[in-house]
């Protein structure tokens, strides 16, 4: 065989193993540019793509089913109306601005290993960010603001969560309470919470939560209301002006461990139940059972 036909034979090998490694590669797709809208970017996305969302983007919801290894990025902080994953697996949310959703901002079902970052949600109709039935969720960094229900609710009665992550997020002038939990081995920490119109972090049901320095204040119920379950965990926290009781307890079995509240309504402690463990706790007025 002719040298230069072996040679324009090598090169086309070599072209379609380098279009090959190419194609296999994650893609950033950019809306506005590649595509009109997210929804179309995040339709024709595969595995392991980025869709980078652009500050002239316009709002819009979003929806997603049965979608895996996709990031999410604001760049300039964009702003959408809503966010919907369901059975959906290692989906990341980072930098945007949800607001006017005529449900929940952001709403996680049946899904796992889900990361919402630095998202500002204010003004939307239901819960600011709601999950349900989902499992190793992370929502860190975040703002919200001016909700009609609670700002984050993790799990509910049939459908709780395990492993979900709440971490230094700021909450306040919602209507409801500021967090909800229903489920088990999740954890809170470092959150700011104020202005709820009934509680800072109501407890529905659960077992084996952590609650960790979290801070809590101008609350027109309870600081902390923990209505079902047991063994969980509160350590470090504070709640300052709760219109009630600071920390109200209608199950035994948890342990509160260098806990304050000031400034509470009735007591900073009603334990209504009894059996719980109190240790190095400042609430000031309290009664126990």
């Not at 065989?1 to 090998?13: E, H, N």
């Not at 204010?122 to 992370?138: F, L």
């Not at 954890?187 to 979290?214: M, P, S, W, Y």
């Amino acid at each position: 065989m002719p040298f230069t036909r072996v040679l324009a034979l090598a090169v086309a090998g070599l072209a379609t193993i380098l279009i090959g490694i190419r194609e296999g590669r994650p893609a950033t797709i950019l809306v506005p540019g590649d595509h009109d809208s997210v929804q179309a970017a995040a339709n024709s996305a595969s595995a392991g793509d980025v869709i980078l969302i652009q500050r002239d983007a316009s709002p819009e919801n979003v929806s997603l089913t049965a979608r895996s290894d996709l990031v999410f990025v604001g760049k300039g902080k964009p702003t959408m109306t809503s966010f919907t994953l369901i059975g959906c697996n290692r989906v990341t949310i980072l930098g945007l601005q949800i607001t006017g959703s005529a449900a929940s901002g952001i709403h996680v079902a049946s899904s796992f290993d889900i990361v919402v970052r630095a998202v500002t949600v204010r003004g939307v109709a239901g819960d600011g960010i709601e999950v349900e039935g989902s499992d190793r969720v992370t929502i860190e960094g975040c703002r919200i603001e001016g909700t009609s229900r609670d700002g984050i609710r993790v799990g509910r009665a049939p459908a709780p969560c395990q492993d979900v992550v709440v971490v230094k997020n700021r909450i306040g002038d919602v209507a409801l309470s500021g967090i909800v939990v229903a489920g088990s081995r999740n954890r809170l920490e470092k959150n700011a919470v104020t202005g709820c119109g009934t509680h800072g972090i109501l407890i529905e049901a659960g077992t084996d939560n952590d609650f960790v320095r979290n801070k809590l204040s101008s609350l027109d119920d309870d600081g902390f209301r923990v209505l079902g379950g047991g063994s969980n965990v509160f350590l470090g926290n504070s709640v300052k002006a709760a219109s009630r009781f600071g920390y109200y307890l209608d199950c035994s079995g948890n342990e509160l461990t260098g806990n304050k509240a000031k400034g509470s309504g009735v007591f900073g402690l009603m334990d209504a139940a009894g059996g719980n463990t109190l240790v190095r706790n400042s609430f000031g007025w309290s009664w126990t059972a």
